[in-house]
């Protein structure tokens, strides 16, 4: 695929932190051995879904030649969305999963001056070293988000006990990763071989108020400093007691000693302009320094996408930790939260994917690496909304009337993303 290479050198808002001087655009390449295996019948897919390593980017080295490797992670896997389901006369929530063997993983991403391109991968593996899959949770489990997982006959493909949505990643000092998920929320410390050596989870290493997270935006952002502290964001505001995903100001930030498991909570302030608060939500986050970070927010505002890069700094902020439910509080809140300001607004240096969900900082301090989740380069074929299917009778219904058609995929629009932006000054 062909690689975009653009220099860039302007003057942005005065909110903005500092001028960008260089932007580098890189479609990124994944071999065929990298490919997700798919048995449907579509042509566009018979060699595959092209595997989306973009809902986390952390940086791993700079090689003798001058050539940047980073470590780049699926989520789940490849999903689309479910027409109406109804069981025993009650919807349920849910996705389709054409690939459903699938095994989240880290990638090793390699870029030099001409190519982005996927190198080595490292699967995901229980604490017996059997990988796992991106599939929902049981119904009833910590984590659960209550979805059915279908194939594109509408049959259904059970649960993992042990699956995961990954979407954050770090490294610590012994070489171990550090993963966030979003069914939990969870995080989990995995060897470097991809097997899992710790689970953190509400009520167990994570405070328990976010359980409340609104489904599927559990955790979606991770990053270590380099005192070793974890910082983990929930993507969006919570949901407390199903009443308060409108009503809060901020989403919650963690901050977590690995070693003592002590935890500190921050409140990250999300912007104003959002037609209901739930519609904000985090891409990533990276540690500059201790309480300083680089934080992707993005959604629609005054009915416009944004995907905005902030430096937030919590250290004058409080630790909200042992509070309770401050997310009710709407604008009545008596504490301090983090004080942000703006480093790059992606969209007005041609930024039109929609979700900017992988964020890194290189050893220069100045340039900021990017990487987008295009949902593994497919969907489903056509607008579901006229579709429901009971399960009780095993039919699938077109406009309310009985059909033997099958629902199919197709490819979106969207490419697999790296941006490399560098600012005149370090941050």
Do not use: C
Not at 144 to 168: H, K, Q, R
Request: hydrophobic content about 35%; cysteine-free.
């Amino acid at each position: 695929m062909k690689t975009k290479l653009a220099l860039l050198s302007l003057f942005v808002s005065t909110l903005t932190f500092s001028e960008v001087v260089n932007l580098k655009k890189f479609d990124i390449e994944v071999p065929s051995q990298f490919m997700v295996p798919y048995s449907g019948d579509e042509s566009e897919f018979k060699d595959g879904f092209k595997t989306g390593f973009g809902s986390a980017l952390a940086f791993k080295n700079i090689n003798s030649d001058g050539t940047i490797e980073f470590y780049a992670l699926t989520d789940r896997g490849p999903n689309a969305d479910i027409p109406k389901y109804l069981k025993d006369g009650k919807s349920v929530p849910g996705k389709f999963f054409p690939a459903p063997n699938f095994t989240p993983s880290i990638g090793i991403l390699k870029v030099d001056d001409k190519k982005a391109e996927i190198i080595d991968k490292i699967e995901l593996k229980d604490s017996t070293g059997k990988n796992i899959t991106g599939l929902p949770l049981p119904l009833n489990r910590i984590g659960s988000t209550g979805e059915v997982a279908l194939d594109l006959n509408m049959n259904s493909l059970g649960y993992d006990i042990n699956g995961l949505d990954p979407e954050g990643i770090a490294i610590d000092k012994d070489g171990n990763f550090w993963i966030s998920d979003e069914y939990g929320p969870f995080i989990i410390k995995v060897d470097k071989n991809g097997k899992i050596l710790e689970k953190l989870e509400p009520g167990n290493g994570l405070p328990e108020i976010v359980k409340h997270r609104i489904p599927n935006r559990g955790i979606e952002g991770l990053t270590i400093d380099k005192n070793g502290n974890i910082y983990a964001a929930v993507q969006s505001t919570l949901n407390v007691d199903g009443k308060t995903k409108d009503t809060a100001i901020f989403t919650r930030v963690l901050k977590i000693n690995p070693d003592t498991k002590e935890v500190k909570t921050f409140a990250y302030p999300i912007d104003k302009n959002y037609k209901s608060n739930s519609a904000a939500k985090i891409g990533d986050i990276y540690a500059v320094d201790e309480n300083k970070l680089l934080i992707i927010e993005q959604g629609k505002q005054k009915g416009k996408m944004e995907n905005l890069i902030y430096l937030v700094d919590f250290s004058k902020a409080d630790d909200i930790t042992t509070l309770g439910n401050l997310e009710s509080k709407g604008n009545d809140l008596k504490i301090k939260l983090g004080e942000k300001k703006l480093v790059v607004d992606l969209r007005k240096h041609g930024w039109d994917t929609e979700k900017a969900e992988g964020l890194t900082l290189l050893p220069d301090n100045k340039t900021i690496a990017i990487i987008n989740d295009n949902d593994f380069g497919m969907a489903i074929s056509e607008d579901v909304s006229p579709y429901h299917y009971n399960e009780n009778e095993k039919q699938l219904y077109l406009n309310n009337k009985a059909t033997n058609q099958k629902l199919t995929l197709k490819k979106n629009t969207e490419t697999s993303q790296l941006w490399l932006v560098t600012l005149k000054e370090e941050i």
